[in-house]
């Protein structure tokens, strides 16, 4: 457990005795998300009145409740897998027990927050401080709790309410003075509420995976010793933008779900999404959805990307805040290239083709031998646990808190010791988890309404010219009737969609053209 107790005023003195054999309190069982098992634990709280130890579990986003003696934790904050929505937490680092609120105080990390939630039955939690990089987290018997900026080298107190907190340490500076911290990190208050910090030297460079890719390259053999480093590595960013798929296919289907049955295409082009954040009957569900598409749609790095014979431009000419108000729902349904929408299934099928590559690739060079079927899923169920979600970010800290041993000087780093093989296995563990995604489905909604009302004489028209045409013998009609009865959902959805496309294509034809001898077949 890569942290120290984050919590009450440590009860030593110098007559204190450690013992010379550590007990095990909870074990991890493998890095799962069971409610025995744990995931890179970081900060831990024990509470001594009620026999309980507060865990937090990082990479399963939550906090974990381990009563004294139990085989099995309980959640008492977020599991619901990464987010930023009040019941969930993002790489959560530590966590203290305000006992005057019944209360955790939480450092939410990778949200930049820090959050409070209630001790007992618990659903969502109340942010209180924003733009913090906490590492560090602690409370005084007072309920002030303190705590240490990583990015801003600096601790501070905070009272709730309190909107900017004092100062109590550091804020001069990123060095090695006496008036400055580096990195700050873990914090213990004694009883003269004396301070004490960690304060990692980490490194002269503010991005330590550079220097790791750097003396990876150097390294011998590099590519047979650890192949899935070296791979991902090579092309770390146009992998990370597969960790955006998951909020751009949720915004789509929600999208598809809605409308599906109830809009023509041209209302679609004229119709700008601003219509359903402001005036529709589910506008704070659809808000909410449209916030987490924007983060991720403008997040994606690509300059082109390619769908069939054709290479869209990747360009954000409408700024972030003018997108709903200059983009019409049309863009963000899964169609055909038609009305300008070919741009969303190109950038889901280009992120799908991504992550493809990485799951073939360990497939094919580290599962020679096992031979197991890869799942396959539809992009349109996709879920967060199917997806790969690293990104420098996180790769940085994975760096600083398990990957490398730092030999000090003076105060100053004096060689740095990389741990390639935890990297690498860490990498391979997170990979085998991943899924192939299946991508040959995207004309998911091509406004099937336009199949109805209006159109029934155009239906009939083609259905007329159909029951000419004898091409297709009585058993053939037999295994079409057969098939269509065991079709899915999503297949009987393309196949309406193949028909609109036809419809849609025929009204575009002088009826001159649509002569007596011309079939549907031939047409088609």
């Not at 831990?44 to 381990?66: A, F, G, K, L």
């Not at 999503?490 to 036809?502: A, F, K, V, W």
Request: charged share 25%.
């Amino acid at each position: 457990m890569s942290s120290c107790l984050s919590s009450c005023i440590t009860k030593t003195n110098t007559n204190t005795i450690w013992l010379d054999n550590s007990i095990t309190v909870t074990e991890g069982n493998n890095r799962e998300n069971g409610s025995n098992q744990l995931d890179r634990p970081r900060g831990i709280c024990i509470d001594d009145d009620e026999q309980v130890i507060y865990i937090v579990d990082t990479s399963n986003h939550r906090i974990i409740e381990w009563k004294y003696g139990s085989p099995n934790g309980q959640i008492v904050a977020s599991g619901n897998r990464a987010g930023k929505r009040t019941d969930q937490l993002n790489n959560p680092t530590y966590v203290v027990v305000d006992k005057r609120k019944d209360c955790l105080i939480i450092c939410d990390h990778g949200n930049r927050r820090v959050v409070r939630w209630p001790r007992r039955n618990g659903i969502n939690g109340e942010i209180i401080i924003t733009d913090v990089d906490g590492t560090g987290l602690t409370i005084n018997n007072d309920g002030y709790f303190y705590i240490s900026d990583y990015e801003k080298h600096e601790v501070r107190r905070w009272r709730t309410g309190n909107t900017n907190g004092t100062v109590v340490a550091g804020s001069h500076g990123q060095d090695n003075r006496l008036d400055q911290l580096n990195s700050s990190g873990c914090i213990v208050i004694d009883k003269d509420y004396s301070v004490y910090i960690s304060d990692e030297y980490i490194f002269q460079t503010s991005n330590p995976l550079n220097e790791f890719i750097l003396e990876m390259q150097n390294l011998p053999y590099a590519e047979k010793i650890y192949p899935v480093s070296t791979y991902l590595l090579k092309r770390l960013d146009d992998y990370t933008n597969i960790q955006h798929l998951y909020p751009i296919v949720t915004f789509s289907n929600y999208l598809i779900e809605k409308l599906n049955h109830r809009i023509k295409r041209i209302d679609a082009v004229q119709t700008k999404m601003i219509y359903y954040l402001t005036q529709d009957n589910d506008r704070d569900i659809t808000k909410k959805l449209f916030e987490d598409f924007l983060d991720a749609w403008y997040a994606l790095t690509f300059k082109e990307v390619r769908y069939g014979c054709q290479t869209p431009k990747f360009e954000h000419v409408v700024s972030k805040e003018k997108f709903a108000e200059n983009t019409s729902i049309a863009m963000l349904l899964l169609t055909s290239s038609r009305d300008d929408s070919i741009l969303l299934p190109a950038c889901l099928k280009t992120i799908a083709e991504l992550q493809n590559e990485i799951v073939n690739y360990f497939q094919n060079t580290i599962e020679t031998t096992t031979k197991t079927k890869q799942q396959c899923v539809p992009l349109q169920s996709i879920r967060p646990e199917h997806i790969f979600s690293l990104d420098r970010n996180d790769l940085n800290r994975k760096l600083i808190n398990d990957s490398l041993v730092l030999n000090y000087q003076y105060g100053k780093s004096k060689d740095i010791i990389y741990d390639y093989e935890e990297m690498e296995i860490t990498l391979r563990n997170m990979i085998s988890k991943l899924v192939l995604i299946d991508t040959d489905k995207l004309n998911f909604l091509t406004y099937q309404f336009e199949l109805y009302g209006e159109n029934t004489s155009l239906i009939n028209e083609v259905r007329a010219r159909i029951k000419q045409q004898q091409q297709l013998t009585n058993d053939d009609r037999t295994k079409l009737n057969s098939l269509i009865n065991t079709m899915n959902h999503d297949d009987i959805l393309h196949y309406l969609g193949s028909l609109d496309n036809i419809f849609t294509y025929i009204r575009t034809i002088a009826v001159e053209k649509l002569t007596e001898d011309m079939t549907i077949q031939l047409f088609v």
